[in-house]
């Protein structure tokens, strides 16, 4: 291996449903030329083995699940020595995220010792009401990711960050975030790392550059196909703008030619 390249998804692969020109040629022009490459998304509503087969859809590009970090796995790493019993505001990637751990499912806010929220599509106002009464009662309250958005085929959507924010005011407590740029991400990244260098690949300056900028030596590239459309002015500040994957895998490739 040469080095890391730790690659955002969703506006930088692909958005929504449609994939980035020239990405999936990036990915396997890197992956040739000895790169190693991990997929960090800060969506938890899939898991890896839906994550890697959605890239492989959209793309052509035939990631593993190996290759898959997430949010959901961030979260439960969060509770691997407790195993409390724990309510799921979230979708699937979350709730085999956690069996993995053996960490048992409560099916109700009652049953709870911990509360961990992500994206749910599929949001109802009972969820939301046994989360935040489960968060009042004491439970240990963990948010898969705060991002506000993310980037669809049609423009943005509303991300977890926006589901956990009804939860924080309703129960007056505020989350353990575990998805980018926070610590338990990064810990679940190093897990998988390659010898070698790391650049964080991203569109959203908050998440994905913040990764790269809480870890020395790490480096980052900023996408121009997702949530940011400029450079300017961007903190914290990228060591690389591109207008696509496709450019930053050019600028990786000349440095190991």
Not at 5 to 31: E, M
Not at 80 to 100: D, H, N, Y
Request: charged share 20%; net charge negative; aromatic share 6%.
């Amino acid at each position: 291996m040469v080095g890391n390249v730790i690659c955002d998804l969703d506006g930088v692969v692909y958005r929504g449903i449609d994939s980035v020109p020239g990405s999936a040629a990036a990915l396997a022009k890197l992956r040739l030329a000895g790169w190693r490459i991990l997929f960090c998304t800060n969506n938890s509503s899939r898991t890896p083995e839906d994550v890697a087969e959605r890239i492989f859809s959209i793309t052509g590009f035939e990631a593993t699940p190996e290759e898959v970090v997430t949010s959901a796995g961030a979260a439960a790493r969060l509770l691997a020595i407790e195993r409390p019993p724990t309510f799921v505001l979230g979708g699937e990637g979350v709730t085999q995220a956690l069996r993995k751990r053996e960490i048992p499912i409560a099916e109700s806010g009652r049953e709870a010792r911990a509360v961990v929220v992500g994206l749910a599509t599929g949001l109802t106002y009972g969820w939301l009401r046994e989360a935040s009464n489960a968060v009042r009662a004491g439970a240990r309250f963990i948010a898969t990711n705060h991002d506000a958005t993310y980037p669809a085929e049609d423009g943005l959507w509303p991300g977890a960050g926006a589901i956990v924010a009804a939860v924080e005011v309703a129960s007056g407590a505020r989350a353990e975030v575990a998805g980018k740029p926070f610590p338990p991400m990064r810990d679940l990244l190093k897990e998988s790392l390659a010898p070698g260098p790391v650049w964080v690949v991203g569109d959203r300056p908050d998440t994905d550059l913040g990764l790269a900028e809480a870890e020395p030596g790490w480096r980052s590239a900023l996408v121009l196909t997702g949530v940011a459309n400029s450079g300017d002015g961007v903190e914290p500040t990228p060591d690389l703008v591109a207008a696509d994957l496709a450019e930053v895998a050019e600028v990786l490739l000349a440095t190991t030619s």
